[in-house]
């Protein structure tokens, strides 16, 4: 009885290790596309919450400063800006007057040169942009429904770039 063999294992055990790698293949795939979603997903609703939370930050300014440009304060609006010192994203921010000069300005490291205000579409109310590293953000200052004067931010997209660099060290880890 010991010289005897089963042919059913040599015959079977092919097949098997084939199904087991097509399921391994198949839910490899499966995994790595359900990944690439989550994490496609992730980045376009981390760059709407910037947005979101910039938009919010610039109609409070722009509320903020409604004062200052009717009475000419420049100061009033400066002090408004620095209120921005909370958000470390947060650069650069100025508010601009009806005719779109520099009214008062917020740098993060020094003061530095106004930017120009960028050329924003009369019927857009407000506008973002997404430029390299950066985050962009335009907000009208209205009083008694009129423009008299608009808010510009300008966020670097460091901590969008830390989630993605988590991430990779995440898969790296686990692979």
Same mark, same amino acid.
């Given at each position: 009885?010991?010289?005897?063999?089963?042919?059913?294992?040599?015959?079977?055990?092919?097949?098997?290790?084939?199904?087991?790698?097509?399921?391994?293949?198949?839910?490899?795939? @499966? #995994?790595? %596309?359900?990944?690439? !979603?989550?994490?496609?997903?992730?980045?376009?609703? +981390?760059?709407?919450?910037? =947005?979101?939370?910039?938009?919010?930050?610039?109609?409070?300014?722009?509320?903020?400063?409604?004062?200052?440009?009717?009475?000419?304060?420049?100061?009033?609006?400066?002090?408004?800006?620095?209120?921005?010192?909370?958000?470390?994203?947060?650069?650069?921010?100025?508010?601009?007057?009806?005719?779109?000069?520099?009214?008062?300005?917020?740098?993060?490291?020094?003061?530095?040169? @106004? #930017?120009? %205000?960028?050329?924003? !579409?009369?019927?857009?109310?407000?506008?973002?942009? +997404?430029?390299?590293?950066? =985050?962009?953000?335009?907000?009208?200052?209205?009083?008694?429904?009129?423009?008299?004067?608009?808010?510009?931010?300008?966020?670097?997209?460091?901590?969008?770039?830390?989630?993605?660099?988590?991430?990779?060290?995440?898969?790296?880890?686990?692979?």
């Amino acid at each position: 009885m010991t010289g005897v063999q089963t042919c059913a294992l040599p015959i079977y055990y092919p097949i098997a290790k084939k199904l087991t790698a097509i399921n391994l293949l198949v839910s490899a795939a @499966a #995994l790595l %596309l359900a990944c690439m !979603a989550f994490f496609t997903y992730d980045f376009y609703t +981390f760059r709407v919450n910037i =947005v979101r939370n910039l938009s919010i930050q610039s109609e409070i300014i722009g509320e903020n400063s409604i004062s200052a440009l009717v009475f000419n304060d420049p100061q009033s609006a400066a002090n408004t800006l620095a209120a921005l010192q909370a958000s470390p994203h947060i650069f650069y921010a100025e508010v601009y007057d009806s005719a779109g000069h520099p009214f008062a300005g917020y740098w993060r490291a020094h003061a530095g040169e @106004a #930017l120009p %205000l960028p050329q924003v !579409a009369e019927s857009q109310q407000r506008a973002h942009w +997404f430029d390299r590293d950066q =985050v962009s953000v335009t907000h009208p200052i209205l009083f008694q429904n009129k423009r008299i004067g608009t808010v510009f931010i300008r966020s670097d997209l460091k901590s969008m770039t830390a989630r993605l660099k988590s991430y990779g060290q995440i898969g790296r880890a686990h692979v």
